[in-house]
């Protein structure tokens, strides 16, 4: 545990784990109204519509859906929804995750939004669900109001706000593998009317199936609301983690097999320690309401990251991985990493609604500023050429079947990397949506971004430039064919930067994308759901530079598409359904060389970790027992097979999960909760980046918690 964060622990003593409750269709419907109940304060980049008006199709993951299947961190969440799919995961120290097909940067982790602030850039390990009241998957374009991003979709993190309505819980969940998680979530006022506070928090200590590994993470996150007066207030939010986590690239294929090894086999080093990742955020909105109809919105975000450690990982290289040759000695290459981010962001947004021209209009105007550096000094041993003949200390070799920890000292490794890249960016963006009559809308919007890109080799000195601006439009309309049903249509553009240069030194274009969506949205009884088809194409992906060895070009190109149903409610019987489906087709769209394997990708060659078709479904229903309510529920998540090698036809074979979980009221005060994951304990694959790195999933696990109220 870190001396800044040696309080922490102390503080938190015990935590917090919500009730599993029944997610209603009613609760996902006021999930979906652009309003925070609690503080007053509206959501950014909403302009008074409601999520059924809006063009597009979005996924809420309510806080009662994460509680109800003892989900505790966002990757796992994320699998509820069949359009989100897992990434390659920087060995369990990051975030990755593509959506509709598309990923970011792979070097770095995948970006989402806290409150419609840009807060997930950084080195900040995976990110818990504590603190968290919703998840909003936003498919689609969301660049004409965001700016950068994935054509497939945004994810946004809405957390817990303070109220004045003072309530508290503190929870305590142990489990198989030496897993002992406290939260506690207390809110209330503090100065009567006028100002309230929420302090949440966790502390986590487990052990692992896989061999030698455990971890330590504990999070704190106070905000504090205060009305200023009338029609204004002020919130302010904070974030400070540590995680101490082994990087751990997971199991090697040995001779196309997946199961040559254990999943529990661990081939880095255990002397390496843990990398540990901290984050230091905070997050300041002010609101005025000029009228009932129109109010300004001003924020700041500032977040500070750091990764840092070492690690032991296989060497992919042919050439040098003794691994192809006798089928049991690894060789592996030796890693420090110090790795910093620095994001910090202002907007200010003005909206409002008014009627002119035979309809009702909901205006949104809005402008940012943004800036995010990224420090990387990376140090880097490789194991020397086969043709070499190498010992296997020289190689820093490891038996995979009978491996002896510590054997070798660890090399080394030389400077690879010493650079910081910084980028500064502004942009202005309006959305006006149009309702004429009852029955039809139109959206029409558009931004304009204004960027520079500065990158600095430390290790020699040379600068590169990149200035460039973009415009990205949108257009979608909506049209209600009943009160219970709609159908919509929606098309935009957008882009993303890329860090690094070229041979030449030049820096990269960004990535540019399409997206088109049409779908069809429901509200049956206690039941709503959307219906969507989709098209997204994007270029200026980076692939290598057939004629210079170890740099890359903006030239790849990749198209994806497919089909999506989401159903969240109650069924008759009282019985709470989530299902949701994604079938994604996404393919590169021309040949190029790729970047980190350096192996020939032609088109029609599928996208890494994308599945064909995926698909999760949870069920649940309330009882009564001894007098007292008694949920119980389970749940089923399948994923095809997917590419698990970029370049190759190497595969990971199709899974399907099952979890149970159950919760009993035993008192007005006391919760006891079981959860059982991975209930027939099917060997399956999280992600992947090559043969080499297989990430195996957890077998069947199960744990218990018990919460009390105050």
């Known amino acids: 545990m870190t001396t800044k964060h040696w309080w922490l622990a102390t503080v938190l003593g015990t935590t917090f784990l919500s009730s599993p409750g029944a997610a209603l269709a009613q609760d996902l419907r006021e999930a979906t109204v ?25 996924t809420v993951i309510s806080s009662e859906t994460l509680e109800l299947a003892g989900v505790t961190r966002l990757s796992d969440a994320l699998d509820l929804s069949a359009s989100v799919a897992r990434q390659n995961n920087f060995g369990g120290l990051w975030d990755s995750y593509a959506v509709r097909g598309f990923a970011g940067d792979e070097n770095l982790p995948s970006g989402y939004l806290v409150n419609g602030f840009n807060a997930g850039r950084g080195f900040a390990g995976p990110r818990d669900a504590a603190g968290i009241e919703r998840i909003e998957i936003l498919k689609g374009p969301n660049a004409a109001l965001f700016g950068r991003g994935e054509p497939g979709g945004s994810i946004n993190l809405v957390t817990k706000r303070p109220s004045f309505d003072a309530a508290g819980s ?62 204004t207030s002020l919130l302010y939010e904070l974030e400070a983690t540590t995680q101490k986590v082994p990087f751990d690239r997971g199991v090697p294929s040995i001779g196309g097999r997946l199961d040559a090894l254990p999943r529990t086999r661990f081939l880095g080093e255990p002397g390496d320690g843990p990398l540990q990742a901290d984050a230091l955020g905070h997050q300041l909105q002010l609101q005025h309401d000029f009228s009932a109809d129109w109010s ?29 040759v006798d089928g049991r000695t690894l060789s592996r290459q030796y890693r420090f990493r110090d790795y910093e981010g620095e994001h910090t962001v202002v907007r200010a947004e003005l909206s409002g609604r008014f ?49 002896v920890y510590g054997r070798f000292a660890p090399p080394t490794p030389p400077v690879q990397t010493n650079r910081l890249d910084e980028q500064r960016a502004w942009g202005i963006y309006v959305q006006d949506q149009i309702r004429f009559g009852d029955r039809f809308e139109i959206r029409i919007g558009g931004r304009f971004d204004d960027f520079e890109q500065t990158g600095t080799n430390r290790a020699t000195g040379a600068v590169t430039v990149f200035e460039d601006s973009r415009f990205s439009p949108q257009i979608g309309a909506v049209f209600h064919l009943s009160p219970e049903t709609s159908l919509y249509a929606a098309y935009g553009e957008g882009f993303r930067q890329n860090f690094g240069a070229d041979a030449a030194g030049n820096p990269f274009a960004p990535e540019e994308s399409l997206s088109t969506e049409i779908g069809v949205k429901v509200a049956w009884a206690d039941l709503v759901g959307t219906f969507a088809l989709f098209s997204l194409e994007k270029s200026n992906v980076l692939a290598s530079d057939p004629r210079n060895a170890g740099f890359s070009l903006a030239i790849g190109e990749a198209e994806s598409r497919g089909l999506e149903a989401d159903l969240q409610g109650r069924l008759p019987g009282g019985l709470d359904l989530w299902a949701s489906y994604a079938w994604t087709d996404a393919e590169v769209a021309r040949e190029v060389i790729d970047a980190g394997t350096g192996l020939v990708i032609r088109p029609g060659d599928r996208l890494i970790n994308i599945p064909e ?6 069920l649940s229903k309330v009882f009564q027992m001894v007098g007292r309510p008694l949920v119980l529920g389970g749940g089923i998540q399948y994923v095809s097979e997917r590419l698990g090698e970029t370049g190759t036809a190497f595969e990971l074979p199709d899974h399907t999960l099952v979890r149970l979980f159950a919760s009993w009221q035993l008192s007005e005060s006391v919760e006891l909760s079981g959860f059982l994951n991975n209930a027939f304990d099917e060997t399956w694959y999280a992600n992947s980046y090559s043969r080499l790195w297989l990430q195996p999933g957890a077998p069947r696990t199960a744990s218990i918690a018990v919460r009390y109220r105050f």
């Open 170 to 231: 503190l929870s305590l969940r142990i489990g198989e593998y030496e897993l002992y998680r406290t939260e506690v979530d207390w809110t209330g006022p503090v100065a009567g009317d006028r100002v309230a506070a929420r302090i949440v928090g966790f502390y986590e200590d487990a052990g692992s199936f896989r061999d030698t590994v455990e971890s330590e993470r504990q999070g704190f996150y106070p905000s504090i609301f205060a009305r200023l007066s009338e029609r």
């Open 296 to 324: 300004l919105l001003v924020g700041a975000g500032f977040r500070d990251t750091d990764l840092e450690g070492f690690s032991s990982e296989p060497e992919l290289a042919a050439g040098r991985q003794r691994l192809f």
């Open 355 to 403: 009627e002119a021209f035979g309809g009702l209009h909901r205006l949104l105007v809005g402008a940012d500023w943004d800036a995010f550096d990224n420090s990387q000094f990376f140090l880097r041993f490789r194991p020397p050429a086969l043709s070499s003949n190498p010992s296997e200390q020289q190689g820093y070799t490891i038996d995979v079947f009978a491996p």
């Open 613 to 618: 078709h995926s698909a999760s479904l949870q």
């Open 34 to 58: 652009d309003e925070v109940v609690v503080t007053g304060q509206r959501q950014a980049y909403r302009a008074g519509v409601p999520l059924e008006d809006v063009p597009q199709s979005i």
